[in-house]
């Protein structure tokens, strides 16, 4: 019954800023991680970061630690990534998922959103 819907996507500036929203339409049942992960062109997808739903509890990449931060709001049922200090390697395809527990692993989310397009051009 979940479905994950990216939007916030966009073109923007190095140094600058953008906030990603993942919505989530449905009861998240045992699902009690979502996660966001980044397919950047002619890369694999990988991970960004996590929030735990049950602990609040966040984990991130080493890349975007110190300038990405995951957050929720239960009644809008919305995980965010808010991305600041952009730069042009950031530049992805970016995906959140949801899955049983907090993972790096593409293999270990469970269902997936259809992705939001970031571009981090000057």
């Known amino acids: 019954q979940l479905q994950l819907v990216e939007s916030g996507g966009g073109l923007v500036q190095p140094g600058g800023s953008l906030r990603l929203s993942c919505a989530a339409s449905g009861s998240t049942g045992d699902y009690h991680a979502i996660g966001w992960f980044r397919q950047a062109p002619g890369k694999e997808r990988e991970g960004v970061s996590c929030?735990?739903?049950?602990?609040?509890?966040?984990s991130y990449s080493g890349p975007v630690k110190g300038r990405f931060t995951i957050s929720r709001d239960n009644a809008k049922n919305t995980v965010y990534l808010q991305m600041n200090s952009l730069k042009p390697e950031d530049t992805a395809i970016y995906y959140c998922?949801?899955?049983?527990?907090?993972?790096?692993?593409?293999?270990?989310?469970?269902?997936w959103g259809k992705g939001t397009l970031v571009t981090v051009s000057s």
């Open positions: 929030i735990d739903l049950s602990s609040n509890n966040t």
């Open positions: 998922a949801a899955a049983y527990y907090c993972s790096g692993n593409v293999a270990r989310m469970n269902l």
